[in-house]
């Protein structure tokens, strides 16, 4: 009978661990994204391999350039695309990342939509082809 009461006893124990350690999580996750644009599930992801050396955007040059040679250069992550993300905000520059942080709590749930933003954001950057009418007005 003592046996049996034991055996309840731990089960509630560790029924209430669990929970607890659920509640510490949720509150772990809402610290991770206090203040931050990406969703928790992407600022939760850390980076464990070797260093990449990204070339940073200044705010100035050809953007799409810039998420070409990036896409290039971590094209090892590109089956992850939360990391990517997060690679993605190492390859930003002073005034990009002031850009980055000045977007809103948790609006970036994936690196699309980050990407989507950049170009938005730095559309005036993107070198194009000259037209006909670009052409003729040079003379």
């Known amino acids: 009978m003592e046996l049996e009461k ?6 509630v124990m560790a029924k209430q661990l669990k929970s607890l350690t659920l509640l510490r999580k949720e509150r ?5 994204d ?8 992407i600022k939760s ?3 464990e391999g070797e260093d990449i050396d990204f070339n940073k955007y200044d705010g100035s040059s050809d953007l799409r350039m810039h998420v070409t040679i990036f896409e ?3 094209c090892n992550h590109q089956n992850n695309i939360d990391m990517l993300a997060r690679l993605f905000q190492l390859s930003l ?4 990342s002031e850009w980055f942080y000045s977007l809103e709590i948790q609006s970036i749930p994936s690196y699309e939509q980050l990407k989507q933003s950049f170009l938005t954001q730095y559309q005036q950057n993107i070198k194009r082809k000259p037209t006909l009418v670009d052409l003729a007005r040079m003379r």
């Open 93 to 96: 520059g002073e005034e990009a």
């Open 28 to 32: 772990e996750g809402e610290q991770l």
């Open 45 to 47: 992801k850390t980076w």
């Open 6 to 11: 034991r055996m309840a006893q731990l089960k």
């Open 72 to 74: 290039e250069v971590a």
């Open 34 to 41: 206090e203040g931050h644009p990406f969703c928790v599930k």
